[in-house]
């Protein structure tokens, strides 16, 4: 008898630990998704382009599987308090984790549209959000990988600087847009792409907030600092 | 000893139903959002305008309810097969009606822009683009609170002419800022509403989706018939 919880417990350990596994594995593809995006946007590579909506199934497989596995667990195991917090938290976070990859797949398509292709409008303020934007993503999944909520917190705060770029960005697109005609087509989509990486920072952002609540047991202030007006 | 179990049965069951009840009051109000959120866009009506964004707090407040309430379920009655699915449903349903609400408050908030107040351009695709949009998360409610799967199949399934829509209306938004500058400013704003009323679509279709599931512990196919070719 003794055995046989021992085997239980040896096991459920084994499946939170491979939940925790699928959970980690999306978000190294939804980072490799996002990174490969900008290159495509900002380098016109058609490569790169390719790649993140290629990666789109397997991220929403591992979706269905991790989802599969939380209500395993938590049929077959009843996990408790922090056990039960990041369970509940891996469920929700896929589910920010498979909308990054949308937006980052989004994003490539348009990349390799022929209107951004012969744009002549500088990409300077798409990359410099783009590498903010990555960078939270890649401390988001840092905090969550190593359960750090003080990381979390410090990323969540830090997405206001994504807001004020995308800000920024819509104001500059409309002028463009303004002086010349033929900018009109380029610079919607650009509209978009900008619009795409604001919603990774919010993702990224949600997923900060789980992941505190998930190791902390407390939630964070409900109204988080934005940056700039538009929405 | 029959008495006690039977009033934990007995409030096993009052649980669940007021997990059904949260869930369906984050519908109403959701549903209300967007439909005030249309009125504003459609007829320039500020006082349907403020509406939205002010519900937000209670939508929020609604979101943590429903995920506190489903932690305590699954903590303390560990819910099995249909209830179990029906739990983790209720956790991502709310979810997706929370997002709802953001983007029927975005559609709000630009609907009183200036640009947007003064300008020129018909409506009409809006307010079509509205109508179906309204009519599939309605729809998509009542299969949630009915729990009719065969309703959720149907509703997942008509999102294809939201995409159709939006991507005409996206054309048709080009064209006019083409024609004259002073469209562009009215224009861009048009082009985020209609793409939030096409997300507001998603999520319908991704409660759908759980609702199916939910209901009969099937999924319904990977790839959801889709119209048009932007996103």
Redesign the interface.
């Known amino acids: 008898m003794p055995n046989e919880t021992l085997h239980t417990v040896h096991s459920y350990e084994q499946e939170l630990e491979h939940l925790r596994l699928l959970v980690n594995k999306m978000g190294g593809l939804a980072e490799r998704q996002v990174a490969q995006a900008i290159i495509a946007v900002v380098d016109h590579d058609e490569a790169a382009a390719l790649d993140a909506p290629e990666m789109d199934?397997q991220v929403?497989e591992l979706e269905?599987e991790t989802?599969a596995l939380?209500?395993r667990l938590?049929?077959l195991r009843?996990p408790?308090?922090g056990d039960?917090?990041e369970v509940?938290a891996a469920?929700?976070i896929s589910?920010d984790l498979e909308r990054i990859g949308d937006c980052a797949a989004?994003i490539a398509?348009r990349a390799m549209r022929s209107e951004l292709l012969s744009c002549p409008i500088s990409v300077t303020g798409l990359r410099s959000m783009g590498r903010l934007v990555q960078d939270n993503l890649r401390r988001t999944i840092d905090a969550m990988d190593q359960r750090d909520p003080e990381l979390a917190r410090i990323v969540w705060q830090s997405d206001t600087a994504v807001d004020e770029l995308y800000t920024a960005m819509?104001r500059e697109l409309?002028t463009y847009?303004?002086e010349d005609?033929r900018n009109?087509?380029p610079c919607?989509h650009l509209?978009?792409i900008a619009?795409n990486l604001e919603r990774i920072g919010d993702h990224a952002t949600n997923i900060s907030e789980r992941v505190y609540y998930a190791v902390t047991g407390h939630?964070l202030p409900?109204v988080r600092p934005r940056g700039g007006t538009f929405?």
């Open positions: 199934p929403d269905r989802e939380v209500i938590l049929a009843a408790m308090a039960l917090r509940v469920l929700k589910g989004s398509r819509f409309v847009m303004m005609p009109i087509g919607t509209l978009f619009k939630i409900i929405d």
